[in-house]
């Protein structure tokens, strides 16, 4: 007994070191910009956010982190999806546009166990983008523009954040402008086309393109991502109503990862987005 609390004492160290550690680079990246973090409650969960100081103004930009460390493996879920790199939170600090700016993480990221009211693994998994988890991401952006005193938002997300901006952009009346980083916004075409099992509990964005045909919309994609990749988000595009003003813009030699942080400012400087 004895050997075998020592050797489950072994392995869960090193994965509590690790979640630590990854717990410490958002609101490190946040402070080193003089930014405000924070918990918020939102709903059924504890939300991490992150605003720009001196950010006042009529648009907020609010980005959404992505899925982050959902999975260990293939089929393995991890235990904490605080991401290992907060893509989202980097492209955030880089903003180069004249809107206000916030960050926005998701359920159960940068919260547990002290704040991981709500959370469970089809949280990060199965029902990542689930309603109980928009709800309370729309109510966090709620908070966040009351705070800046904005009457417009526009949405960025990376990966699966981009999806829930999609999502989150169909259920409201004051958002201006989606921005999407290679996102999966076709879940049915995307599982379907790597044998991955369906996200049950999840909504997809795809059944929200009909309602976002007056939306502007730019959802950048790499020529070299082979996680979601330009035909999922062209699956998606396809569902828009005829005349939605959208751009499909992939970027040669990018993967899923690299390198929307290093050349963000340059891709985003002349976003034609209202308020960007």
């Not at 609101?27 to 006042?56: C, K």
């Not at 569902?239 to 340059?266: K, S």
Request: with cysteine; aromatic share 6%.
């Amino acid at each position: 007994m004895k050997a075998a609390a020592l050797i489950l004492s072994l392995l869960v160290s090193p994965l509590m070191s690790c979640a630590g550690s990854r717990h410490a680079d958002g609101p490190e990246l946040a402070g080193q910009a003089g930014w405000r973090w924070e918990v918020v409650a939102a709903g059924p969960f504890d939300l991490a956010v992150a605003s720009a100081p001196g950010g006042a103004g009529d648009t907020l930009a609010v980005y959404l982190e992505g899925d982050g460390f959902a999975y260990v493996g293939p089929r393995r879920p991890s235990l904490d999806p605080t991401p290992t790199d907060p893509m989202a939170l980097r492209m955030a600090l880089a903003h180069p546009g004249r809107a206000a700016v916030a960050w926005l993480g998701r359920p159960c990221q940068y919260t547990l166990p002290e704040h991981g009211r709500g959370c469970g693994e089809a949280t990060w998994t199965t029902a990542r983008y689930g309603p109980a988890v928009v709800d309370s991401m729309n109510t966090a952006l709620d908070i966040l523009k009351r705070r800046a005193g904005a009457a417009h938002l526009i949405l960025a997300g990376y990966s699966g954040g981009g999806a829930l901006a999609v999502l989150l952009a169909a259920r409201r009346s004051d958002v201006e402008g989606i921005v999407t980083i290679a996102a999966n916004l076709d879940l049915g075409y995307w599982t379907r086309r790597d044998g991955l099992s369906p996200l049950s509990g999840s909504l997809d964005p795809e059944e929200a393109a009909e309602a976002l045909g007056a939306m502007p919309q730019i959802h950048f994609t790499g020529a070299k991502d082979d996680t979601v990749g330009t035909d999922v988000v062209a699956a998606f595009m396809r569902r828009l109503p005829e005349g939605t003003p959208a751009r499909l813009v992939e970027i040669p030699g990018f993967t899923h990862a690299c390198c929307w942080v290093r050349d963000w400012p340059a891709l985003a400087a002349d976003l034609a987005v209202p308020g960007w």
